[in-house]
């Protein structure tokens, strides 16, 4: 369906980053908002909780993180979709309630505005260094969706696919910014309400004697209502059976675990989103994602120049990762080269998914800063050798 | 054979329409004093004839965080300690719910403590039902923030030594509209309060003293559960409106029950919809009260 027109600020605006994800937000529908101010990410919520009382929305700013995603994940159930924004320090401590969305298969967005770390580390200063946390920070086996932005426009554009795929697959998704596409300011162009797909929150037709919160439909996601149309249905973070009972068993545990896993596995295709740029008869392909996309594009500028045939393949969706397409490349490309701020994360997924067909070479950065273009060349440079 | 020698059928029992008992038998012990809260808030919606399709039941952890569970109501099992805001993530994603708290003394004052104070400071528009047997029941009777002092407990073997919480002066001094204490032994007294409480707004606080003859009771030679509401029947004694500060709880001593704080004051969101409404006028909107939800 098309988006309520009432959150969408249609025009050609001059956004950094955190507005135009916030913009994204409520175009995408978004009417609840639960965060704690951390650096770099607190503009998100100071443009939301300026907006929101004229389209219906509520944003509270919460005691602390653990707080702002428990009321992000509540608030969810009334099919009211719901976002919490953060960056390292708060992420951490939302990983608990990340992981009961996850285990109720509960529809939200978490935006994490990366900083260097680990601990306090470089509050105003950017990190790619969230990644690895973003997918396995919550105790136990669980999937999740994770989105990278290169820009404000993608920040603004990306929110609402972030919102969309929350809805579509029944998880918290991650939009994995950072300092740098967070406090960039660029043209961020918002399109018409009507030029706004949005997916709405699919409620069971069932009636609440046949509803079960967790039986299956075909497509490994459970049909969803909402707290208060008198299905009085019940849900828990523990290892439940399809009425959302708790059930204490291996067998249990092995379908409802292998379930939340499977509906992102299964339908990986689906949700993928990479963009590549000359792969074709390249020796070398750079992977990477967020800013360090926009600074690797130089760096592969230079190694042209020095005439090394390069590829770029752009993380969008970087969690689930694009492993076939990796393994594709691997068995065509001398190398990857990942230059990431982080000291080596996403270039392990790489590693893993070149098997040994193709080196995979950190460009490593602590934080702080974006790459020197000429680091990334030399890199590059020396790859293909 | 005569009909009474059949034995009675579950779903005859008057709070069984609360209860999803297809769960039943319940994971609490003999003599535990949950059930029995239980039965008092069934009642108590009954009584105050509220639409169950709207009342939303929030707990978190530990042995009074499984009455979510069981009560047949949109019912939400969370993580330790985050009742509070994911009921308040409920409430105002969709104020026309009665959003209930329902968790024990360890989740909601021990890993959930700076929700509740917090909850109670904004006069959330929640109602909290918090269980309080001095102890860490479902881990193994562990001390807990209200262990009374001297009393035993598997991690203070020789004795607690802390102070504890005064549950009823921290939600009343934080700011809490509604503040009840009353023991397992008060059916009529704490279902009425529930009731009350159900029509009245805001941050809504109502502790129970409930017995735990599998742990506290055991580890402090206190006898089985008929041995304990004895000691509640000669040791409570009511007094409505009395001072919060003076309702500290010590180590087999009085334990003061009543209705201390009944205000009527502007709750979370009648502060916020009222702040709106004159700073911004009518540009403001409100959430729907069925949520913000997109929908054809």
Redesign the interface.
């Known amino acids: 369906m098309k988006t309520d027109p009432k959150g969408v600020l249609t025009g050609v605006h001059y956004l950094d980053g955190d507005y135009a994800c916030g913009e994204g937000a409520m175009a995408a529908g978004c009417r609840f908002v639960a965060g704690y101010p951390i650096t770099p990410s607190t503009e998100v919520v100071e443009r939301i909780s300026r907006r929101f009382p004229f389209m219906g929305g509520t944003f509270i700013q919460m005691e602390d993180e653990l707080a702002s995603m428990a009321a992000v994940a509540g608030a969810a159930w009334t099919g009211t979709k719901s976002m919490t924004v953060t960056s390292g320090p708060g992420f951490s401590l939302m990983m608990e309630n990340i992981g009961l969305a996850a285990m109720m298969e509960t529809p939200c967005v978490v935006v994490n505005v990366q900083r260097g770390g680990p601990s306090t580390g470089l509050p105003t200063m950017v990190g790619q260094a969230d990644m690895m946390q973003a997918r396995w920070g919550s105790h136990g086996d669980y999937k999740v969706i994770a989105m990278s932005p290169q820009s404000p426009q993608e920040a603004f554009d990306l929110t609402i696919d972030a919102f969309n795929l929350a809805e579509t697959y029944r998880v918290p998704v991650m939009f994995m910014m950072d300092e740098c596409v967070g406090h960039m300011t660029e043209k961020v162009v918002i399109p018409d309400a009507d030029e706004i797909d949005v997916v709405p929150r699919a409620l069971s037709k069932k009636t609440p004697a046949d509803y079960q919160p967790y039986a299956v439909n075909g497509r490994g996601v459970p049909e969803m209502v909402r707290a208060g149309d008198g299905y009085r249905f019940h849900t828990t973070g523990l290892t439940h059976d399809d009425r959302g009972y708790p059930e204490m068993s291996a067998e249990r545990q092995q379908i409802n675990v292998r379930r939340i896993m499977d509906k992102i596995l299964l339908n990986v295709d689906d949700i993928v989103r990479i963009e590549e740029e000359d792969v074709d008869g390249a020796e070398v392909v750079v992977v990477a994602y967020g800013i360090t996309a926009r600074v690797a594009r130089m760096g592969i500028d230079l190694a042209r120049k020095q005439g090394v045939k390069v590829g770029f393949l752009r993380l969008v969706v970087v969690w689930p990762f694009p492993e076939k397409r990796i393994r594709e490349l691997a068995a065509a490309v001398k190398a990857f080269v990942v230059p990431e701020i982080n000291l080596g994360q996403m270039v392990l997924e790489v590693e893993r998914c070149a098997a040994g067909q193709a080196k995979a070479v950190l460009v490593p950065h602590a934080g702080g800063g974006v790459h020197d273009p000429r680091v990334i060349c030399d890199a590059i440079v020396e790859a293909a050798r | 054979m005569s009909a009474t020698a059949h034995p009675p059928n579950p779903n005859d029992h008057p709070i069984a329409p609360y209860l999803?008992m297809?769960?039943m038998p319940h994971i609490w012990c003999p003599t535990c004093g949950i059930g029995t809260v239980v039965k008092c808030f069934a009642t108590a919606l009954e009584e105050a004839d509220v639409d169950?399709?709207?009342v939303?039941i929030?707990s978190g952890i530990g042995c009074t965080g499984r009455v979510?569970?069981y009560m047949?109501?949109?019912?939400?099992?969370?993580?330790h300690?985050?009742a509070?805001?994911?009921?308040?993530?409920?409430k105002?994603?969709?104020p026309?719910?009665e959003s209930v708290v329902f968790s024990g003394d360890g989740d909601l004052s021990g890993i959930g403590g700076?929700?509740f104070i917090?909850a109670a400071r904004r006069n959330m528009d929640i109602l909290v039902i918090l269980v309080n047997n001095f102890i860490y029941g479902m881990t193994g009777g562990q001390n807990a923030p209200t262990t009374p002092i001297s009393a035993k407990s598997s991690t203070m073997p020789f004795g607690n030594f802390e102070r504890p919480f005064n549950l009823p002066h921290l939600a009343a001094s934080c700011g809490a509209s509604y503040v009840s204490r009353w023991t397992c032994l008060h059916i009529r007294r704490l279902t009425k309060c529930m009731r009350v409480a159900l029509r009245r707004k805001g941050f809504r606080f109502i502790e129970v003293i409930a017995p735990c003859s599998t742990l506290y009771s055991r580890l402090n030679r206190l006898g089985g559960g008929l041995e304990l509401m004895r000691f509640y029947h000669d040791n409570a004694t009511i007094k409505h409106g009395i001072d919060t500060r003076e309702v500290d709880i010590g180590f087999q001593d009085t334990i003061i029950c009543g209705n201390f704080v009944d205000e009527e004051k502007p709750t979370f969101l009648e502060m916020?919809n009222a702040h709106?409404g004159k700073v911004?006028g009518d540009?403001?909107?409100?959430?729907?009260a069925?949520?913000?939800?997109?929908?054809?």
């Open positions: 999803r297809d769960r169950l399709d709207k939303a929030t979510a569970g047949k109501l949109d019912a939400f099992h969370t993580t300690g985050r509070i805001p994911f009921a308040t993530g409920l105002l994603a969709r026309e719910l700076n929700h917090h916020m709106y911004l540009r403001y909107v409100p959430m729907p069925e949520g913000g939800w997109l929908h054809d």
